[in-house]
């Protein structure tokens, strides 16, 4: 546990002094102008099942206030919890798909849009999970409207592997087209603090195949194969136990069963800094009866030196 948490933090500085040093003496973009966007997110899932935490640092370029490119990597940290150990689940840590996103934006006086294409590489390391060793396409269409304080907004993707949300990093990577839609609303409290609340369904089409991040690829005590889908979750009463909590890689209805999902999600927006956010949640699927609990840290280091330099 030490070694893995000592790593993560150097990983964090280096990447932070990376985006840093190159922004220094890169052309800022402001929101309206041309220029280099540097990011970096840092955010963590906990469940029963464990903590997958995950640092995702990329470099943008904004061509115009309406078109983007973006590339970036994530870096995955898996741990366990002792009741998951003692299962046949194991730490892990190590790089997923490298990613090249392009985005289209408008926005009016009270209502945004944005329809964004990413490409990811199987860089990953398909035995811990992170990758499926295919190249994946996703195509994901946000829309959004004020309302007073409140702004309802929907979210339709179509891919062929599910992706990770803003609110949690799913503990498995799969291959398979699959329809992902959420709708929700956010209610702005102050002009520094927002509360949200969303619902989700995920629909996969067609053969699918699921990687567990979890269960480790060769490992005596676990098996590959078709899976059964069934059981109970430890703790979780009647709800369906996931195949890729017991197998390292599922195929055929098996990995269907755990692509398609639904759940509601609820969260807190903090927004303190023009450079930086801070968003803590709770999320529910409803069908594996998962109770996890995320937060996630934002920071545009582009910005921060920025602020760091006026007088």
Known sequence: MYSTFQQLKSIVAFTLLFLAAGSSSAVF?????????????????????????????????????????????????????????????????????????LQFAASGSSTYFSSTLRGSAPTGNTEQGFSTGRVTVDWTNYLEGTIGRFTPFGNVGFANSVSDTHFFSRPFSSLGFASQFEGGATYRVSPLVALGSSAYV????????????????????????????????????????????????????????????????????????????????????????????????????????RRAHQP
């Open 29 to 101: 973009s402001e929101d309206s102008e041309r220029g280099l966007t540097p990011y970096v997110s840092f955010g963590t899932s906990s469940n029963t099942l464990g903590q997958i935490y995950k640092l995702d640092p990329s470099l943008g370029y904004k061509f115009s206030e309406h078109f983007k490119v973006s590339a970036g990597i994530p870096i995955y940290f898996i741990n366990p919890s002792t009741s998951s150990t003692d299962a046949g689940f194991s730490p892990k840590n190590g790089l997923g798909n490298a990613y090249t996103a």
């Open 202 to 305: 995920v629909v996969p089409g067609g053969d699918q195949k699921v990687y567990s991040k979890l269960i480790r690829h060769g490992n005596p005590n676990t098996t590959t194969g078709t899976g059964n889908g069934g059981g109970n979750g430890g703790g979780r009463g009647q709800a369906k136990k996931g195949a890729f909590e017991t197998e390292s890689v599922v195929v055929g209805e098996a990995a269907a069963a755990d692509v398609k999902d639904h759940g509601v999600s609820v969260w807190l927006d903090f927004l303190p800094f023009s450079y930086g956010s801070f968003q803590v949640g709770y999320s529910r699927s409803l069908r594996f009866a998962y109770d996890t609990v995320f937060f996630t840290v934002g920071l545009n280091p582009a910005k921060l030196i």
